[in-house]
């Protein structure tokens, strides 16, 4: 390009430099350690210090540099990028400086320099090249990233800290006013936490601190924060919610993904959390405000009993007829209000007894015996369900121990339980049902647990794995309501059920509809060659009980042969 200027091998022999200008260039370029360079219009090296020699091209000559460029040295990106700030300064005669860029060199390594670059000049003020002064500045920019990240970022968990969550809640407002929606904060907080660090010590709290963010993470969308803003308080703000996203559900599982086991290093490291949940429309709220009404939401949490989320309803602060129900509920829980009553199956060939399916009741001590529609939906929502499973599957086991151990009792009789979809999303269940069975000393094949198709519609994603777990320990399942959803016969195969339960819409009308008899056939054919036994529940007419037999069905349940029953009744009709 331009051909006025040095020629890189004239710069020793050519005036101006005087020899004592000569001399102290010398001295000085082959004594620094900074990496100091002189280029030509074209960018070519006409000059370059030991410090540059060393780091850039060590083993190579300052012969052997001259004439070169950049391209010769430096990975293509940094090297264009180089050039490209040459010309500017060629062009404009501004330096450049301080500039912070990352070297790229051939090997592949790439330093963070500053570089400063400035035009050079002859005796008569023309430009005759460039010459630039570069640092390396990594372990200064690797200390300032660390402290931005310190600043931003909880040491124990790796999660956002206060500081990073008030800047995304801001960020996150902003968004709601360009785009309306909804933003959740919700706060969690351990339950006894203290207990863990007493018991195991700090390391072992930490432990458990950075597992439930791990989980949090796991159970929150990319584009949620997960935050940690001290002791054992964690928030989850979730951005851009839709109307009708269902923020409980997310409290739901919260709730239930804490309280999965924690094992670590042979110690049982489990813990339970309340969660408060706040939402909000208004783009123009106090992010505090925010956090204070989901921390009020979370004492009302603790206040219903733990281990379960309350949202704050900002009409009237907390909700107050939930909060009733489900404070009455978690006592009931609590305090024993709750008792399985058990309904006899039996052999439709013989009509010999096979076990028995537990059924769940509230005992209200003022609106008497509750059955389990009138509560168990309710509970579902707000989060306590998890622990009514728990109690009647821990209860059916134990009572089916106790029974096996009375003389003149049957070790093939089943204990039927039924599971809610919450239980079947729960990655633990499987290991929770395995150590209720240990507790109790039952043998797997005793229990069964009954599925509905509703809940194996999972959009989270554990269903398969919990079943697959659950055959794996040898417990049967049963497919509960069958005909009531989506599954197909097709879908028995995969699902690896043990046993199908007829809903009960077709044993009703079974001896008067024909194409109910139809299904029923089919359903049973179909069942019998994949090696699951059928089941007609509900029947209370000896026209079903007939027409069922005769259709092949294997088990019968329902009204006409026995109702729910208490443990004295069914131990009369074993013995
Ligand atoms: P399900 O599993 O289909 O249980 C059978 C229900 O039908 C029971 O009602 C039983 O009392 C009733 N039933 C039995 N035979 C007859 C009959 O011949 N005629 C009529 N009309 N009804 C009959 P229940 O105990 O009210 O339970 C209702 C549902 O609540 C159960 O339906 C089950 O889905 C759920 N459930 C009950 N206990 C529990 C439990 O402990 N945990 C969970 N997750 N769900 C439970
Ligand atoms: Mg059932």
Known sequence: MVEKGLHPQQLQESEPLRDVERTCMHNLLNSTDERVYFKDLNSRFLLVSAGWLSTVAPGHSMEEVIGKTDFDFFGEEHAEDALADERQIILTGEP????????????????????????????????????????????????EKALAYQVLHDPVTGLANRAALMDRMSQALVALERQPGRLAVLYVDLDHFKEINDAFGHAAGDRVL?????????????????????????????????????????????????????????????????????????????????????????????????????????????????????????????????????????????????????????????????????????????????????????????????????????SEFTMAVNVSGAELSDPGFARQVAEVIRRHGIKSAMLCLEITESALVDEW???????????????????????????????????????????????????????????VAAVTAMSHALGISVVGKCIETSQQLETLAGLDCDQGQGFLLARPLLPEAVVALVI
């Not at 990352?102 to 570089?115: A, H, I, K, L, N």
């Not at 005796?123 to 200064?140: H, K, L, N, P, Y």
């Not at 839709?242 to 670590?264: E, T």
């Not at 919990?466 to 028995?492: I, M, N, Q």
Request: glycine letters at 8%.
């Open 96 to 143: 450049i400086v301080g500039k912070l860029e990352r070297e790229t060199f051939q090997d592949g390594t790439s330093p963070w320099v500053s570089t400063t670059k400035m035009p050079l000049r002859d005796e008569r003020g023309e430009i005759i090249g460039t010459f630039g002064i570069s640092r390396d500045v990594t372990a200064q920019v690797r200390a």
């Open 210 to 410: 950075a597992e439930v963010g791990r989980r949090l993470s796991v159970l929150s969308r990319h584009v949620d924060t997960v935050a940690r803003l001290g002791g054992d308080e964690l928030v989850l703000l979730c951005g851009a919610l839709r109307d009708d996203d269902d923020i409980a559900l997310v409290g739901d599982r919260i709730v239930q993904g804490i309280r999965a086991p924690h094992l670590a290093e042979g110690r049982d490291l489990s813990v339970t959390c309340s969660v408060g949940i706040a939402v909000t429309r208004d783009p123009f709220i106090e992010p505090n405000k925010l956090i204070r009404d989901a921390d009020e939401a979370m004492y009302e949490a603790k206040q219903a009993g733990r281990n379960c989320y309350r949202i704050y309803d900002s009409a009237q602060g907390v909700a107050s007829g939930t909060s009733l129900l489900r404070a009455e509920l978690t006592h009931a829980v609590d305090e024993a209000e709750l008792f399985l009553l058990y309904q006899p199956l039996f052999s439709l060939d013989d009509q010999s007894l096979i076990g028995v399916e537990a059924l769940v009741r509230w005992r209200h001590p003022e609106r008497g015996v509750v059955p389990p529609h009138d509560f168990l939906p309710f509970a579902e929502q707000h989060g306590l369900i998890a622990r009514i499973d728990s109690f009647v599957l821990n209860e059916a086991c134990r009572q089916l121990a106790a029974w096996a151990s009375l003389d003149g009792w049957f």
């Open 461 to 519: 994603g554990h269903v398969q794995e919990t079943l697959s777990a659950l055959s794996e320990l040898g417990v049967r399942l049963a497919l509960d309501d069958f005909g009531t959803g989506y599954s197909t016969l097709a879908h028995l195969q995969r699902l690896k059920v043990d046993i199908l339960k007829v809903d009960r819409s077709f044993v009703a009308q079974i001896s008067k509809s024909p194409l109910d008899r139809e299904i």
